[in-house]
């Protein structure tokens, strides 16, 4: 069964303290991975599409890597106006329909 | 860039009665839109695939009768949702992407529905 893990479920840090966010994958043929931001009662924004292992994307503080199982998205130094819920989805081969993860709630404090 | 436009932002109704939220890809066609729904604190769960000029797809579970989807242009899709009880209250976004069903998914702003 395709499955997408994202840890932790939630993470508090300092303004400029510096982490990453884990989106682990178990799916039949990848054909997309894709990272987005949430804030609450909001629509997801889309931030990043990865589609093979060893391709970053990069924007503003945040950077996003993709390995055969797993994604990660790198902040950088965040600020409070970071702080969002942050969504990694997958497009399987032969679906059109995207499987999303359940999140990771991350709170940058001043 | 790509918007999704979703009316109304929030409604509230009586138990029993029909809702309908429209989603409008605003600067691009979209043949297929991806209706999801999301309960408090959780993630997106695919509830059906609306198909420009064609009947929907629904996902397992999801009561065709019950969440009625219509897409009858390029540019708007509606979910109906008939008969309406408190368990239906839950928030809705839709989705579309105009570089077809291969590339990466706008959402609309969500429709926050509350049945009294």
């Known amino acids: 069964e395709d499955q997408v893990t994202q840890s932790p479920e939630a993470l508090r840090l300092q303004e400029g303290e510096s982490s990453s966010l884990n989106c682990s994958y178990t799916?039949?043929?990848?054909?997309?991975l894709f990272w987005y931001r949430q804030d609450p009662g909001k629509g997801p924004e889309f931030l990043f599409t990865?589609?093979?292992a060893g391709e970053e994307k990069e924007k503003e503080r945040l950077k996003a890597t993709l390995t055969k199982k797993e994604s990660f998205l790198h902040i950088t130094a965040p600020k409070p106006e970071d702080s969002a819920t942050y969504l990694c989805?997958?497009?399987?081969?032969?679906?059109?329909?995207?499987?999303f993860g359940q999140g990771t709630r991350l709170t940058i404090n001043p | 860039g790509a918007v999704v436009s979703q009316h109304p932002s929030w409604v509230i109704c009586k138990s029993g009665t029909s809702v309908k939220i429209e989603c409008r890809s605003l600067?691009?066609?979209?043949?297929?839109m991806f209706w999801y729904r999301q309960f408090p604190k959780q993630s997106l769960m695919l509830m059906a695939t609306?198909?420009?000029?064609?009947?929907?797809?629904?996902e397992q579970g999801v009561e065709k009768d019950k969440f009625l989807i219509n897409h009858a242009s390029l540019t708007l899709s509606t979910l109906t949702v008939t008969s309406a009880h408190p368990e239906d209250s839950s928030f809705y976004i839709c989705?579309?992407?105009?570089?077809?069903?291969?590339?990466?998914?706008?959402f609309g702003e969500g429709s926050r529905l509350t049945v009294l």
């Open positions: 989705s579309a992407s105009p570089a077809g069903a291969t590339g990466e998914l706008f």
């Open positions: 799916v039949s043929g990848l054909r997309g």
């Open positions: 990865l589609y093979s």
């Open positions: 989805a997958v497009r399987i081969e032969g679906a059109q329909k995207l499987v």
């Open positions: 600067d691009f066609q979209a043949t297929t």
């Open positions: 609306s198909n420009e000029g064609s009947k929907a797809t629904y």
